[in-house]
């Protein structure tokens, strides 16, 4: 089993920064991809940015210049700087792991942050 534990969520003013971070623990296997997705009211969940074991990177179209994901291997953490936020941004963020179990992919998750932009 895989924990993943998030943290840095809160109220940020439109324009502002803020950073997540989410360190995961347990029967982490050596290759894995970590990232964060996102869920606003009455909206699906949707992926903003993964990030793999080596450090390729993925941004969804709507955080690509603003946001910008990392991970730390020896301290399985990734990290999410969030820049220039605006209203859309608020949501539940959600760390995910993904990583392959025998034959098998699987995704964990972690339990949300909440991230409110207003001013």
């Known amino acids: 089993q895989v924990q993943l534990v998030e943290s840095g969520g809160g109220l940020v003013q439109p324009g502002g920064s803020l950073r997540l971070s989410c360190v995961a623990s347990?029967?982490?296997?050596?290759?894995?991809?970590m990232g964060w997705y996102r869920q606003a009211p009455g909206k699906e969940r949707e992926m903003v940015a993964h990030i793999g074991i080596g450090g390729s990177t993925t941004y969804a179209d709507f955080v690509k210049g603003r946001f910008t994901i990392s991970r730390d291997n020896a301290k399985n953490t990734v990290y999410l700087q969030m820049n220039s936020v605006n209203a859309d941004d608020t949501a539940v963020y959600y760390c995910?792991?993904?990583?392959?179990?025998?034959?098998?992919?699987?995704?964990?998750w972690g339990q949300g942050t909440q991230v409110t932009v207003s001013s």
């Open positions: 995910n792991l993904r990583q392959l179990s025998g034959l098998a992919i699987k995704d964990y």
């Open positions: 347990g029967s982490i296997f050596s290759i894995n991809v």
